[in-house]
């Protein structure tokens, strides 16, 4: 089955939608504009009920199939990110600051999609929760919303999301069982010297000199403290301190960020950076304080729903443009929270050649959104089939 007939029939409506919520970005847990026109959207469609408010501005859709059966998520995040848009589009954000870069308009697009075919044909048994998430980019929406108790209130019993992928051909489908999407934490390291005069760097404690050496000690976690085969990344992102030629400053400041896999492997980094940081302190005679700050987990995909899920694919685009072992990124997502409770699985939907995800210049193929809401529609229906 390529891509459904119908759906086929609202690519004209579904790039109008698709580009009034790109010229209208919101970012967060403030995304209430957006709510609004999702929530005019689905009351259109007629889905059964509709609640909203969830993590601020989140919406959980019911759409009742025929007879008794369990409950399908299908998710879309919806926020937007701060960056000043430099595509020149006609539809350009509106917003100052804000835009869509990384294609959640065209998730929310392609779950809209897929909640009218389901409210008009209703061809599958027990329900569709269709979840329309704020704050992926930031603040961990899906975590509130998980807190905030959707998956036991709707008797969620497995989830599904898609992501666009530039540079992947448009309509190619990729996913992988297991871990697809690394944790993601960040780590603030804050050193207080004794500032002075330039010309007498003998009377200070010169933070400058601890920060080169921690950045430089944390070098050797990737290299000499975990076993090569195992994923990991720690970058420093960032370095400030001074504010003239002539003078020692009394702190400094070092960030960066931590991409693993394994609890392990994580807990290893917190002990090796808490070690660095205090031998550092003792050997430069300045003080240290780290702050290390757990986020997303990883996204880990079940190997059965991914499987599946990539059949599913198939149906839509044919063998030959699916790839169901494609393996891990560093990159993360908080789709994660929901994959800790439920079986599901996370995929990617490649949208041809175009600027990088975050790039001030991307923009969301509206060429793919039929392909999108075709696999969420049919992932219900193979899945829940009457």
Known sequence: MPVINRIADYAPDMAEWRQWLHRNPEIAFDCHKTSDYIAERLKEFGVDEMHRGIAESGIVAIINGQGDGPTIGLRADIDALPIKEMTGLPYASENDGKMHACGHDGHTTMLLGAARYLAETRRFKGRVALIFQPAEENGGGAGVMAEEGILDRFDI?????????????????????????????SFDIHIKGIGG?????????????????????????????????????????????????????????????????????????????????????????????????????????????????????????????????????????????????????????????GPSLHHPEYNFNDDVSPVGASFFARMVETSQPL
């Open 197 to 353: 005069h330039g010309a007498m760097p003998h009377q200070t404690r010169d933070p400058i000199v601890a920060a080169v050496s921690i950045v430089q000690a944390i070098q050797t976690i990737v290299s000499r403290n975990h076993y090569a085969l195992d994923e990991l990344v720690v970058s420093v992102t960032q370095i400030h301190t001074g504010s003239a030629d002539n003078i020692i400053p009394e702190t400094a400041y070092i960030n960066g960020t931590v991409r693993t896999f394994d609890p392990t492997v994580q807990a290893m980094v917190i002990d090796r950076l808490t070690a660095i940081a205090r031998g550092q302190a003792e050997a430069f005679g300045v003080k240290v304080e780290l702050d290390y700050i757990k986020g997303y987990p990883a996204t880990i995909n079940d190997p059965d729903r991914t499987v599946a899920a990539a059949n599913v694919a198939r149906e839509i685009v044919g063998d030959a443009r699916v790839s169901d072992n494609i393996g891990r990124e560093m990159g993360a997502e908080d789709f994660s929270y929901f994959l800790q409770q439920r079986p599901g699985a996370y995929l990617f939907l490649g949208q041809g050649e």
């Open 157 to 185: 019993a497995e989830v599904y999301a898609l992501h666009n992928a530039p540079g992947f051909d448009a309509g190619e489908f990729y996913t992988t069982p297991g871990p697809i999407m690394a944790a993601v934490d």
